[in-house]
């Protein structure tokens, strides 16, 4: 499944941003103004069928621009699932400790009841971090088994309380924090390929806008008048150079939070098992 933002006139094209004190945003053109190819998650129809509360809001301090969202919707499910979540579902009485950390790239702790399905956070989920999300830790839901878990990247649905566990669940335990830094990992390996094609594309687009500057510039020196076209070609050239910068600058944020959020995962890791 792919989800775009619009250029339509009136419509956002960036989630907007809860600052502390602000109310929440209601649901507004931003959750309609997505197109996608019909999908195969079972989740993702159950979401996309309820009602619209709110719009996903993002913390201040993300600043993240429309391209980023495009990479991180477009390559990996569990983002769309976590931004529906979002939209549909009802904030924690009690935050999860990810939340409460100020981790995560959405404002608001929120959760859909429903059984058959994750229980974790649109946060926590968001990225592939469901399998660390500690709602159930605090009673708010009550555990159910989900068929094909894996899905949606092994996310933990019988609980985190792993001191008491018998062996079999601290494996299982592990297994599905493994699987989602797996996941991780090789969304990373995505995002890399991704930012090296942009960087590639600039390189491209800076050495074309040289030429063009170069042709005019040689028009120019020798008395010759500038030509049109020529004048055409260094505006576009100009032009592919911004717009490919800008791609690199958004790919390179995307694999940089990707990062940040395996760093994260592998020390919970560290911290938990050792």
Known sequence: MRMYFHSIPGIPSSLPIL????????????????????????FLKFLMGQEKKREPVVRSTMGLEPERWNEDLG????????LFIQMVGREASVRCDHCLAGRGIFALCVVVDEPGFP???????????GAKCTILQHGQTQPVSVPNAGVYGGVATTGMQTSAAPAARLRADITASLDSVIIQLQQLSTLQE????????????VESASSA??????????SL??????????????????????????TS??????QDGIKEDVEDLRVRYA
């Open 213 to 222: 500057l170069q042709a005019v510039q040689s028009r120019v020196g020798q």
């Open 225 to 250: 008048p500038v030509r049109y076209n020529d004048v055409v070609r260094v505006r576009n050239s100009i032009q592919a150079t911004t717009r490919t910068a800008s791609r690199v600058k958004s």
């Open 19 to 42: 600052k502390i004190g602000d109310p929440v945003p209601e649901a507004g053109p931003w959750s309609v103004a997505k197109e996608g190819e019909l999908v195969k998650s079972g």
């Open 119 to 129: 229980q974790c956070c649109g946060n926590c989920m968001y990225g592939g971090k």
């Open 253 to 258: 944020e995307a694999v940089a939070f990707q």
């Open 75 to 82: 390559s990996n499910i569990q983002n769309v699932g976590a």
């Open 194 to 205: 991704r930012q090296a094609t942009a960087v590639a594309d600039h390189q491209c687009a």
